[in-house]
Each structure stands twice: as structure tokens, then as C-alpha cells.
């Protein structure tokens, strides 16, 4: 598996519904990109200038909102990734 390094986190993005709530199907090209994911990697945190390490606030398992054209994608072992800093995270999802 792809271990992150630093304050970089890695999720798999979850598809957004292909259905309105009025019971409208949305063609794949008016989807906009996913903004929530599963975070399945974290990286050991970032590093402050005076030389204190911070632990990350998110954790393997957790849901999370993120900005939309946050991050790069990466595709591993057949599946899909997108990497990230920490810093794009915008929410964790309860």
C-alpha cells in the first residue's frame, strides 16, 4: 500500500449520487467532481519551523470533506487515490 509522507493523507474519493432528490438521473458529464472520501493512509504530520512535530487530525477510517480541486490522483494496484495535504481537509463527516 502507498504510505504518505509528511502532512499528506491519501483517500479514496466516494461517488457522488447519480440521482437527484426529485428522483431526476444525472448524465456522468453534469457530475461534479467528489468532494468527500474515505481516508485510508495518513502521513506522520507536519513538521513545525522550530522543529515540533503536529499529529494529524484525521485518522485511517474516517469521512472526510475536502476542496474540490484539492490534491493529486494517483491510480495504485488497479484502484483510483487521491493524495493530499492535511491542510485541504475541510471536514471530517460523522
Same mark, same amino acid.
Given at each position: 500500500?502507498?504510505?504518505?509522507?509528511?502532512?499528506? *493523507? $491519501? @483517500?479514496?474519493?466516494?461517488?457522488?449520487?447519480?440521482?437527484?432528490?426529485?428522483? @431526476?438521473?444525472?448524465?456522468?458529464?453534469? /457530475?461534479?467532481?467528489?468532494?468527500? #472520501?474515505? *481516508? $485510508?493512509?495518513? #502521513?506522520? %504530520?507536519? !513538521?513545525? =519551523?522550530? #522543529?515540533?512535530? *503536529?499529529?494529524? +487530525?484525521? /485518522?485511517? %477510517?474516517? !469521512? !472526510?470533506?475536502?476542496? /474540490?480541486?484539492?490534491?493529486?490522483?494517483?491510480?495504485? =494496484?488497479?484502484?483510483?487515490?487521491?493524495?493530499?495535504?492535511? /491542510?485541504? $481537509? !475541510? +471536514? $471530517?463527516?460523522?
Amino acid at each position: 500500500m502507498l504510505k504518505p509522507l509528511g502532512d499528506r *493523507v $491519501i @483517500i479514496e474519493t466516494l461517488e457522488e449520487q447519480e440521482e437527484t432528490v426529485g428522483g @431526476i438521473v444525472l448524465a456522468s458529464n453534469v /457530475k461534479e467532481k467528489p468532494q468527500t #472520501g474515505k *481516508v $485510508i493512509a495518513v #502521513g506522520a %504530520g507536519r !513538521v513545525l =519551523d522550530n #522543529g515540533q512535530a *503536529v499529529a494529524p +487530525a484525521v /485518522k485511517e %477510517g474516517d !469521512v !472526510v470533506m475536502f476542496d /474540490k480541486y484539492a490534491g493529486t490522483e494517483v491510480n495504485y =494496484d488497479e484502484k483510483s487515490y487521491l493524495v493530499l495535504h492535511e /491542510k485541504d $481537509i !475541510v +471536514a $471530517i463527516v460523522d
